[in-house]
């Protein structure tokens, strides 16, 4: 089941890094009081009472001059029209009510999705409340006062966001079709090869990055077999600023990968693969999807008998920490191997739901532990009481120890690969839980 997205749209200067601050429970926005300089962490996974939501900092406004300001907002509030389920809509008490906010309220007003109207820095309630009451003037609901410096009304806010949250119901009620997210840069081919499976010209191509509009759901069908892929999208327009440019594309890459089972991260053959694309498949990554990564435009590239291997290593260096995940050399234009990327994603999913007895597991880890003792330190030496699988998708363990902390990520990297020597799990991550249980339990 796909987490709730939450978008914070606002001006320059309200507060809008410092409440993804706290509400992310550490310092990934960098915050200074000149307008425009958050720019590196976009997106973080939040849980409030039990419901966990992927909040989503769209940023990145350039204060030039008023009229840019508010074409940026508007920027700001269709990114987070498309891809949000919730919209929080932060102002500033001592700004007071601008023009461009009750502007950007009008979009959002129309798009018909919920908003929550938070009215920052109110540092004293008994004193600012007259003032909070102005933004009533916005017609988007009942403003909500907090300061997100001093922590001041945080809970009242989570609690109207969570409220707009689809209901569970709702969510289970989706069918059981595979969901595959497509994603990459700009312009290395994500919408042809989507085209090129479907038969059909149904996803915008063309020449510029970023003419894909939203992310868009395709049905596949294939051998019986139907298929939903998700279309990253690109950007509007072309952007005068790269780095909003890759906001923009990581923005929507989080929220298509939130909603897939597994996803396929495109890779320009003729570009190489680039940092850029570590980014995205660092967040396929985070969120335990199975993967495939996908080299496109392969007929572009002039080749002899080593080239595919001198591009796997350099994709394996790149994207050490994707060890697991599979390969594939494809051109979207010629059709070369295409068909194959089906069986991948058949196998993957089912890796990513394989479940595996706990009996079997526990012999695989006394095999594991005779064949490479565990660390000690101080004279006292872990010891691994225990294994089995709690859940799928990613395929998750519990691993019972005497003491988590001389369970060294080492240690379990080791155990890790003992268990797909066994069982491959290829395609798919695998997740430790590492618990402490006393010598008497």
Known sequence: ???????????????????FNVLAGQNISIVKDIPGVTRDRIYADVEWLNQSFTLIDTGGIEPDSKDVILSQMREQAQIAIDTADVIVFITDVKQGLVDADAKVADILRRSKKPVVLVVNKVDSFAKMMPDVYEFYNLGIGDPIAISAASRLGIGEMLDEMVRHFPKQEEQEEEDDRPRIAIVGKPNVGKSSIINKLTGE?????????????????????????????????GLRRKSKVK??????????????????????????????????????????????????IVVNKWDAIEKNDKTIYQYTNKIRETLSFLSYAEIIFVSAQTGQRLPKIFEMIDMIIQNQSMRIATGVLNEIMAEAVALQQPPSDKGKRLKLYYITQVAVKPPTFVVFVNDKELMHFSYTRYLENKIRDTFGFRGTSLRFIIRERKEKE
């Open 201 to 233: 010209n149904r996803v915008i191509v063309s020449n510029i990055a970023g003419t894909t509009r939203d992310a868009i759901d395709t049905e596949v069908k294939w051998e019986g077999k139907e298929y939903i892929f998700i279309d990253t999208a």
């Open 243 to 292: 780095e909003e440019l890759e906001r923009y594309s990581i923005i929507r890459t989080v929220t298509a990968v939130e909603r897939a089972d597994m996803v396929l991260v495109v890779i320009d053959a003729a570009e190489g693969i680039t940092e850029q694309d570590a980014k995205i498949a660092g967040i396929a990554h985070d969120r335990g999807k199975g993967i495939l």
């Open 1 to 19: 089941m796909s987490k709730p997205i939450v978008a914070i749209v606002g001006r320059p200067n309200v507060g809008k890094s410092t409440l």
